[in-house]
Nanobody, 123 residues
Framework: QVQLVESGGGLVQAGGSLRLSCAATGRTFASNTMGWFRQAPGKEREFVARITPSTGSTAYSDSVKGRVTISRDNAKNTVYLQMNSLKPEDTAVYYC????????????????WGQGTQVTVSS
């Protein structure tokens, strides 16, 4: 069983930065692919970024590539999402997720989810 708790969301002006954190409980963190997804009002949940457990291979959605960096600290059971040059369209609830299997970019591959943290970018 894995429990995930996100933090670091908030209100920021366009062009600003935020770093989201996701603290995980459970002994399997180091073997899980970790991902970030987001959901804006009236829209479906969408993939943002993911990082694999062993090699730390990363993948990003085209909408955030070049502005966002995902990283993990296995010693702290924590995954991070550094977001720079934020835009109003980045406004959403951001969710951390863990996959025990396929390191995919679809939400269906993720087994555990946090409760989300709100990110609001003002113009």
């Amino acid at each position: 069983q894995v429990q995930l708790v996100e933090s670091g969301g908030g209100l920021v002006q366009a062009g600003g930065s935020l770093r989201l954190s996701c603290a995980a409980t459970g002994r399997t963190f180091a073997s899980n692919t970790m991902g970030w997804f987001r959901q804006a009002p009236g829209k479906e949940r969408e993939f943002v970024a993911r990082i694999t457990p062993s090699t730390g291979s990363t993948a990003y959605s085209d909408s955030v590539k070049g502005r966002v960096t995902i990283s993990r600290d296995n010693a702290k059971n924590t995954v991070y999402l550094q977001m720079n040059s934020l835009k109003p369209e980045d406004t959403a609830v951001y969710y951390c997720a863990a996959s025990t299997g396929v390191p995919g970019v679809s939400a269906r591959w993720y087994d555990y989810w946090g409760q989300g943290t709100q990110v609001t970018v003002s113009s």
